[in-house]
Nanobody, 127 residues
C-alpha cells in the first residue's frame, strides 16, 4: 500500500519561505517514479507545480514557481521536499504530493500520470 503524507503548510507573509514535506511509504520508494507537487486554490483546478524523477533526481518546474521553489528527495527517497522561497499571495493553495510512473514525454506535468495522492497541506500567503 502506497501512502503519501504531507506536512509543513502554514500561514506566512509575502516574501517569506516554507518547506513542505511528503513522507512516502510502500513500493513507491523502491522503484523509479515521478514524485510531484500540485496545488489547488479555491474555485480553481489542481495545478502542477514541480516534479522530480527518483531514478536520477531530474527536476521540473512550472513557469510560475521556477527560480523560487526547489523540489528534492531525502537520502532514502522516502521523503520529498518542496522548498518555497519568495512566496507570493498567489501561491496560496492546498498543496498535494503525488507519485506515479513515467507515462511518456512530458508526462510529469499531467495529473493523470499520478496514481497516488496525499491529503494536502494548506499554504496561505498574506500580502
Amino acid at each position: 500500500v502506497v501512502q503519501l503524507v504531507e506536512s509543513g503548510g502554514a500561514s506566512v507573509q509575502a516574501g517569506g519561505s516554507l518547506r513542505l514535506s511528503c513522507a512516502a511509504s510502500g513500493y513507491i520508494t523502491t522503484s523509479a517514479n515521478y514524485m510531484a507537487w500540485f496545488r489547488q486554490a479555491p474555485g480553481q483546478e489542481r495545478e502542477w507545480v514541480s516534479s522530480i524523477w527518483t531514478g536520477n533526481d531530474n527536476t521540473y518546474y512550472s513557469d510560475s514557481v521556477k527560480g523560487r521553489f526547489t523540489i528534492s528527495l531525502g537520502n532514502t527517497k522516502e521523503m520529498v521536499y518542496l522548498q518555497m522561497n519568495s512566496l507570493k499571495p498567489e501561491d496560496t493553495a492546498m498543496y498535494y504530493c503525488a507519485a506515479g510512473p513515467n507515462r511518456g514525454l512530458g508526462s510529469y506535468r499531467r495529473r493523470d500520470t499520478y496514481n497516488y495522492w496525499g491529503q494536502g497541506t494548506q499554504v496561505t500567503v498574506s500580502s
